[in-house]
T-cell receptor, first 112, second 115 residues
Framework: GESVGLHLPTLSVQEGDNSIINCAYS??????FIWYKQESGKGPQFIID?????DKRQGQRVTVLLNKTVKHLSLQIAATQPGDSAVYFC???????????FGKGTLLTVNP | NAGVTQTPKFRILKIGQSMTLQCAQD?????MYWYRQDPGMGLKLIYY???????DKGEVPNGYNVSRSTTEDFPLRLELAAPSQTSVYFC??????????????FGQGTRLTVV
């Protein structure tokens, strides 16, 4: 079936460094992608999203890049802080069928 | 504004017991979802609903049932609990039509252990 997935299960960075979290998707018809952050013991929280007609979208300290040619997207976090430590998921609503599906996730650990 | 409320937060069930996980949202969202999250894994979609009276299966529906009699509530029923259903369950809701900045709001989760 169609799915989204992540390249790396864990990522450890130093405070102040930039972080890059990657995600591959398989459904070439996917129109919309979302990044979520899940802190320990909590539900996922929306970070940023992007539509398939965009290559890049920026938020506060975060940037999402979309490469439709290789079906890959990435989340870049600038000046990573300890509060950024969490699991990050990319997700795909699957176009018109409304099924919001998630990849396995990347655990980001920020070292002080 | 309470958002998405799940009850209970924790529950221990014996094999073969039944229970209902409650989910309520006060944002008038049409779309609601149930996920399970096993340790170290992503969220797997169990069931979803696009409005009152309409439900559909997700990726892992076996062993679960849902109903959607109102816009606000989307309960998840486990009829014969099995150890494989030990997991953290999340409910989510969102407005129709995925577009930029369309958030899916998640509850805090229900941690279920089947022994």
């Amino acid at each position: 079936g169609e799915s989204v997935g992540l390249h790396l299960p864990t990522l450890s960075v130093q405070e102040g460094d930039n972080s890059i979290i990657n995600c591959a998707y398989s459904n070439s018809a996917s129109d919309y992608f979302i990044w979520y952050k899940q802190e320990s013991g909590k539900g996922p929280q929306f970070i940023i999203d992007i539509r398939s007609n965009m290559d890049k979208r920026q938020g506060q300290r975060v940037t999402v890049l979309l490469n439709k040619t290789v079906k890959h997207l990435s989340l870049q976090i600038a000046a990573t802080q300890p509060g950024d430590s969490a699991v990050y998921f990319c997700a795909d609503p699957g176009g018109s069928n409304y099924k919001l599906t998630f990849g396995k996730g990347t655990l980001l650990t920020v070292n002080p | 504004n309470a958002g998405v409320t799940q009850t209970p937060k924790f529950r221990i069930l014996k094999i073969g017991q039944s229970m209902t996980l409650q989910c309520a949202q006060d944002m008038n969202h049409n779309y609601m979802y149930w996920y399970r999250q096993d340790p170290g894994m992503g969220l797997k979609l169990i069931y979803y609903s696009v409005g009152a009276g309409i439900t559909d299966k997700g990726e892992v529906p076996n062993g679960y049932n849902v109903s959607r009699s109102t816009t606000e509530d989307f309960p998840l029923r486990l009829e014969l609990a099995a150890p494989s259903q030990t997991s953290v369950y999340f409910c989510a809701s969102t407005t129709p039509g995925w577009g930029l900045n369309t958030e899916a709001f998640f509850g805090q989760g229900t941690r279920l252990t089947v022994v």
